[in-house]
C-alpha cells in the first residue's frame, strides 16, 4: 500500500554556484559518505566529470528532499542530509540506504522506499514512493 509520494526539482546552475562558493564543505553537507566518492570520482574526470558531479550532487539533494516529504517529516528528525544515502545497484538504479535513526524509524514501520532520479540540461528532479510492507509478503 502506497502511503506517501514526495518530488523534488533542484535547478543545476544553482547547485554549481553553492558549490563554487562553498565547495567540499557542500558537498560533505549533503552527501554521505559512499555517495562522497562517487562525487569525488566524477570530480577528478576533468571538465566534463565536474558537469556530471554536480549533476549527481544535485539529484542526491533533491531525492532526500523528495524522500523527506513521501515519508511525511521533510528534513525533520529522524530525516537529515545524512541519514540517508542514494546509491545506484550494479544496473544504475537508484536505491535508498538509510542510517542513524532513520533506518531504525523506517525498519521498525516496515516501509519501502522507491526512488527514481532524473536530470536535464537544467534540472534535477526526484520521485519517491513510499509504501508499506506491513502484511505483505516479500
Known amino acids: 500500500m502506497i502511503l506517501g509520494v514526495g518530488i523534488d526539482r533542484v535547478l543545476i546552475g544553482r547547485v554549481d554556484q553553492i558549490y563554487e562558493r562553498w565547495g567540499a564543505r557542500f558537498a560533505e553537507r549533503v552527501l554521505g559518505q559512499q555517495e562522497r566518492l562517487v562525487f569525488q570520482e566524477r570530480l577528478g574526470r576533468g571538465s566534463a566529470g565536474r558537469s ?3 549533476s ?3 539529484k542526491r539533494f533533491a531525492a532526500k528532499e523528495a524522500v523527506g516529504k513521501a515519508l511525511g517529516v521533510g528534513l525533520a528528525y529522524p530525516m537529515s542530509l545524512h541519514s540517508l544515502e542514494v546509491l545506484n545497484d550494479s544496473k544504475g538504479a537508484p ?5 542513524k535513526a532513520l533506518a531504525d524509524w523506517v525498519s521498525s514501520r ?5 526512488v527514481s532520479l532524473s536530470d536535464e540540461q537544467d534540472a534535477a528532479i526526484a520521485l519517491a514512493i513510499v509504501e508499506s510492507n506491513a502484511g505483505c509478503a516479500a
Open 52 to 54: 556530471r558531479a554536480i
Open 56 to 58: 549527481y550532487l544535485a
Open 95 to 99: 536505491h535508498p540506504v538509510f542510517h
Open 110 to 114: 516496515q516501509l519501502r522506499v522507491n
